[in-house]
């Protein structure tokens, strides 16, 4: 099998998406409402396909490699992200109806924030490490 990647027809548009999304993603750190996982996963996921330098260094991540790793190998998420998520949602939850001009609007942002929590409870856990790896 060959282990050189094949260059994919349209790269550019990859290597864009990827560096867009974890744009995003770090902008979501500080930015109340912006998600920050979702965003520095599909950058994970298009820089696969559009740029191996920033894949491999996503991975390498301390923060966001274990996350991507467990994402990319069984679709899970750890117990401590869903937590601060969901935590974050309801922080964020509080301040759209204390700020928001129009009770609908904060309604339909925690109504959003409340499906993603939903979605986001009912992935898996990542697997426990075997003690031998600790």
């Known amino acids: 099998m060959d282990s050189v990647p094949r260059p994919t027809r349209f ?6 998406l990827a ?6 993603g770090v902008i979501g750190i500080v930015v109340p409402g912006l ?15 559009g740029s191996e330098r920033l894949h491999r260094w996503l ?7 274990p996350m991507i790793r467990d994402w990319q190998a069984h679709g899970a998420v750890g117990r401590r992200a869903k937590w601060l998520a969901t935590v974050m949602m309801s922080a964020c939850a ?6 928001a001009p129009k009770v609908w609007m904060a309604a339909t942002g925690t109504a959003i924030m409340a499906v993603v929590a939903t979605w986001l409870w009912r992935r898996p856990e990542p697997p426990a490490e075997p003690l031998s790896d600790r």
Do not use: E, K, N
């Open 59 to 65: 991975l390498a991540h301390r923060q966001f490699g």
């Open 19 to 24: 560096y867009a999304a974890l744009g995003l």
């Open 11 to 16: 790269r550019w548009a990859w290597w864009l």
């Open 94 to 99: 509080v301040i759209m109806f204390l700020t």
């Open 35 to 49: 998600p920050t996982v979702p965003f520095v996963l599909l950058s994970a996921f298009a820089a696969a396909r």
